[in-house]
């Protein structure tokens, strides 16, 4: 399997505030990376970082090198919008715009010069199989997403992201505001997607990352303190403080 993420030497400052320091880190094709540690250690900054949404934070800097396929997102040609549509994001809260099931997931591709309309039609299809979505939905495309439950929101923004056809997927904690049975459709649907996917996790939960991830990094105070395989982090950690930290010592 071969890396399509190259993390060297990468720090990031908010002002003088270092919140990333060193990070080094080689994430493969078509896993599922959890990123896991305390509050403030860093996580969401990193994941910010691989498509560069930190930049729009006022005062942020970096040093260091994020590859993907071979290209460093931060050199100076690299074009944002391309970035941002190969690399798709996910947040804590669910945010369906304020348009209909259809809208929300063709607004991506008008964007990109797609506007027949058996083609999008094609998209919306795909994308909410895909996002395990569609049998649910598919009776009201022209209602509005803010009627789906949370759940059901969530679904609809992954199919969103999956209709700009990334490479690289994003989720910035995508459970933490699901029921415990959406939570479960939501593993389920990631762990659908790494067959086609690269998709980076950043989750508190650390059963969900046991479940849902191959490679999970811990952070603390801005570092990556330990980097391996899943069920070898979690079973037998090299380090104390990752053992500190998931027999539940702190954090
Ligand atoms: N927009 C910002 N401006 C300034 N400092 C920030 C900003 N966002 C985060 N930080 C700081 O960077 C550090 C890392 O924060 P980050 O949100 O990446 O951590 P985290 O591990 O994702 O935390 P949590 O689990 O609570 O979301 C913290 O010290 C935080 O205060």
Known sequence: MSDKIKVESFNLFYGDNQALKDIGLNLEEKKVTALIGPSGCGKSTFLRSINRMNDM????????????????????????????????????????????????????????????????????????????????????????????????????????????????????????????ISTERLEDLITQLKNDYTIVIVTHNMQQAARVSDMTAFFLNGEIIEYSMTSQLFTSPKDSRTEDYISGRFG
Do not use: C
Not at 61 to 76: C, L
């Open 57 to 180: 934070i006022p005062g942020v800097s970096t040093t260091g090198i994020i590859e993907i396929d071979g290209k460093n997102v931060y050199r100076e040609e690299q074009d944002l919008v391309q970035l941002r549509k190969n690399v798709g994001m996910v947040f804590q809260q669910p945010n369906p715009f304020p348009l209909s099931i259809y809208d929300n997931i063709t607004y991506g591709p008008r964007i990109h010069g797609i506007t027949k309309r058996e083609e999008l039609d094609m998209i919306v299809e795909r994308t909410l199989v895909q996002a395990n979505l569609w049998d649910e939905v598919k009776d009201r495309l022209q209602s509005s997403a803010l009627g789906l439950s949370g759940g059901q929101q969530q679904r609809l923004v992954i199919a969103r992201v999956l209709a700009i056809q990334p490479d690289v997927i994003l989720m910035d904690e995508p459970a933490s505001a699901l029921d415990p």
